[in-house]
């Protein structure tokens, strides 16, 4: 199947989303719909279905929504996810988990330990919806359940990450996009083509949105010099090379880029995961005791090994991390480009850089600061 015949869905944070919508118009117009036009943060539009709307009182109403991932293999895909929204006078949005969606327990993830696991992405695009249907003084609490959360938590990795009793509310932008992956990774190449074509002579890639922001909005990358690899990295480091990129430069999340440091450049967590082996195989090249190295291979984020890191002084793991991803980078491709890494935390901070990168930021003029 071609890419462009595959159907796009949308993510279980678009589903809650559109239960609050559906929800607040029930409560405070009286309209009960079968459909709703939410907005993500990225100011793209999403028509999402309305299944149900049960109105329970005169501040409370449930609405469900079946979740759609259209062509993509996704363990929510056709389950049910229910939002029940409370309107009060508090002025203030809140959230909690319903049944069989979890709770974080544990350092180390976008939120804290004792919130519910719905993430910022879910969060900003509730508070959108807030903003533009509550008057001032009004609040909302908002419950999102899965029916079938719990069961279909097990299928994911929420348990090794501390997210106890149900799935994750998820979705950077609100779309699930296709990911059939013969197609999909080549429908990522024409990027290269158009920064080819348009006379870029380096390629900057980033696997997501993490690295897309910090170097939009930190480093004064234009975006059109940018090429999405989501988990192929290697695959887009061969076509970057094929099609006459001598310079390349890799921008993500520490927790992507630490594999490519260990030689595996397929980066999905079934395909390849070794980052807790590797913070400890460089923890101890810069000296961590036996006791230290237990502590590190015991977090199940590389964002919760940060405390230990700084507490121990072995922040030097980080360039190790950049050097080796670089040099394991570059011997991919048969040294065929020069390939530089920064690698960041989830809030987009800079940990680490490698001398390439430097190297190339400053041919292009870019903002690179100082990390010392």
């Keep these: 199947m071609k890419v462009e015949d595959m159907k796009g869905g949308y993510t ?36 999402v279905p309305i299944k149900a709307v049960e109105v329970i009182s005169d501040t409370e109403a449930k609405v469900t929504v079946m979740k759609d991932g259209g062509d993509d293999p996704d363990v929510t895909h056709g389950n049910d996810v ?34 519910p696991a719905i993430n910022p992405g879910p969060r900003a695009m509730m508070k959108i919806v807030f903003e533009e249907h509550c008057i001032h003084g009004q609040g909302v609490t908002v419950t999102v359940s899965v029916p079938n959360g719990k069961v279909l938590a097990k299928k994911t990795l929420n348990h090794t990450l501390g997210i106890e009793g149900g799935i994750s509310i998820i979705g950077t932008t609100g779309i ?10 080549n429908s990522l190449v024409p990027q290269l083509k158009v920064m080819k074509a348009n006379g870029c002579e380096t390629a900057v890639l980033v696997p997501g949105r993490i690295g897309q922001d910090l170097a939009e909005q930190v480093l004064g990358i234009h975006k059109n010099q940018m090429a999405e690899t989501s988990n192929f990295i290697g695959f887009m480091l061969e076509k970057a090379v ?16 630490i594999k490519l440091a260990s030689g595996s450049f397929h980066t999905h967590n079934r395909m390849s995961d070794g980052r807790m082996e ?37 922040t030097g793991v980080y360039q190790r991390v950049v ?50």
Excluded at 176 to 185: A, I
Aim: contains cysteine; aromatic residues 6%; hydrophobic residues 40%.
């Design 278 to 314: 590797s913070i400890v195989a460089y923890a101890a090249l810069e000296g961590a005791s036996q006791e230290v190295c237990e502590e590190l291979f015991n977090c199940q984020t590389t964002e919760s090994t940060f405390p230990i890191l700084e507490r121990e002084g072995l």
């Design 176 to 185: 699930v996009k296709p990911m059939s992956e013969e197609g999909f990774k």
């Design 242 to 257: 094929q099609i006459g990129f001598k310079r390349i430069l890799i921008i993500g999340h520490i927790g992507k880029l």
């Design 12 to 47: 279980t944070g678009s589903c809650a989303t559109a239960g609050m919508k559906a929800g607040l118009l029930a409560l405070l117009d009286k309209n009960i719909v079968d459909q709703v036009v939410i907005e993500n943060p990225q100011g793209q539009y999403i028509e």
């Design 323 to 372: 050097d080796r991803a670089s040099l394991r980078s570059e011997r991919y491709i048969a040294n065929e480009a020069e390939v530089g890494i920064i690698i960041t935390t989830l809030k987009g901070e800079i940990l680490a850089m490698d001398k390439h990168a430097k190297e190339i930021g400053e041919l292009e003029h870019w903002h690179i600061p100082c990390i010392s």
């Design 82 to 115: 229910e939002t029940t929204v409370t309107i009060d006078n508090t002025g203030e949005l809140r959230f909690r988990a319903g049944f069989g969606v979890g709770t974080v327990t544990k350092p180390g993830l976008a939120m804290p330990p004792g919130e």
